[in-house]
C-alpha cells in the first residue's frame, strides 16, 4: 500500500476554505460552528484555529474566495469573447448567469451582503471585489459609465431572480425582469438551473 501524503499547510488551509464555503452556504456564516468545519475537513479544532486564528478570519477568507472565483471567470469570459471576436460585456454577464446555477456560490453572495452592514471585514472584502470588477469591466471593455452602472444593477436583479426561481419561470413577468421585453434575449444561459439546496433547521449563531 502506498504511504499516505500529508497536505501543507497551505494545501489543508484550501481544504478548510472549502469545506466552510460548502457549509456557510447552506446554513449561513453565523451558524456554521468552526467545530464543524474542522470535523468535516477532517482535522482538529486545535488545527483549524492554526490555520485562522479566529471564525472572522475564516469567514473573510471564504468571502474573498467566492468574489476571487466571480473575477476570474469574468477575465476568463473577456479574453474568450475578444478571441472570437464577440462583445466582451455580454459574453461577461453571461458568465455571471452560469456562475449562479450553483446555488451555493450564489447563497455565499447573498449572506455576504446580508452581513456587510454589520461585518466591517466582510463589507471591506466586498468592497474591494466591486473594485476589481468594476477595473475589469472599465480595461476590457469600451463600456459608459452608464452601462457599467446598469451590468452592476442587472447583475443585483439576477442573484434575486436566481434566488427567487424566477430566473426559470416561464411566464410574462419573469420574462420582463429577464430581459427587459417579453420573449426577449435572457441574461442566463439557455441551460440554466438554479438547484435548491436541501432545507437547512434554523440554527442560532454559533462560534
Known amino acids: 500500500m502506498a504511504?499516505?501524503?500529508r497536505m501543507s499547510a497551505e494545501e489543508r488551509r484550501e481544504q478548510v476554505i472549502a469545506v466552510a464555503s460548502r457549509l456557510m452556504a447552506e446554513r449561513g456564516i453565523g451558524a456554521t460552528p468552526?467545530?464543524?468545519?474542522?470535523?468535516?475537513?477532517g482535522i482538529s479544532h486545535a488545527y483549524l484555529f492554526r490555520l485562522f486564528p479566529t471564525k472572522q478570519a475564516l469567514v473573510t477568507a471564504v468571502v474573498e474566495r467566492c468574489n476571487a472565483e466571480i473575477h476570474e471567470a469574468f477575465k476568463t469570459a473577456a479574453d474568450r469573447a475578444r478571441a472570437t471576436g464577440?462583445?466582451?460585456?455580454?459574453?461577461?454577464?453571461?458568465?455571471?448567469?452560469?456562475?449562479?446555477?450553483d446555488p451555493r456560490r450564489l447563497l455565499l453572495q447573498l449572506h455576504a451582503h446580508a452581513l456587510s452592514p454589520r461585518d466591517p471585514d466582510v463589507r471591506a472584502a466586498m468592497q474591494a471585489?466591486?473594485?476589481r470588477l468594476f477595473a475589469l469591466i472599465q480595461r476590457?471593455?469600451?463600456?459608459?459609465?452608464?452601462?457599467?452602472?446598469?451590468?452592476?444593477?442587472?447583475g443585483m436583479l439576477m442573484n434575486v431572480l436566481?434566488?427567487?426561481g424566477i430566473a426559470t419561470l416561464d411566464e410574462p413577468f419573469a420574462d420582463v425582469l429577464r430581459t427587459g421585453e417579453l420573449d426577449g434575449a435572457s441574461c442566463f444561459p439557455d441551460d440554466f438551473t438554479a438547484s435548491p439546496l436541501d432545507p437547512v433547521a434554523e440554527e442560532a449563531p454559533t462560534p
Do not use: H, K, N, W
Open 3 to 5: 504511504p499516505s501524503t
Open 34 to 41: 468552526t467545530a464543524e468545519v474542522a470535523e468535516e475537513a
Open 86 to 101: 464577440e462583445d466582451v460585456l455580454p459574453a461577461i454577464g453571461m458568465a455571471y448567469g452560469g456562475l449562479l446555477s
Open 129 to 131: 471585489s466591486f473594485r
Open 140 to 154: 476590457e471593455t469600451d463600456a459608459t459609465p452608464d452601462e457599467i452602472r446598469r451590468f452592476f444593477a442587472q
Open 162 to 164: 436566481a434566488a427567487t
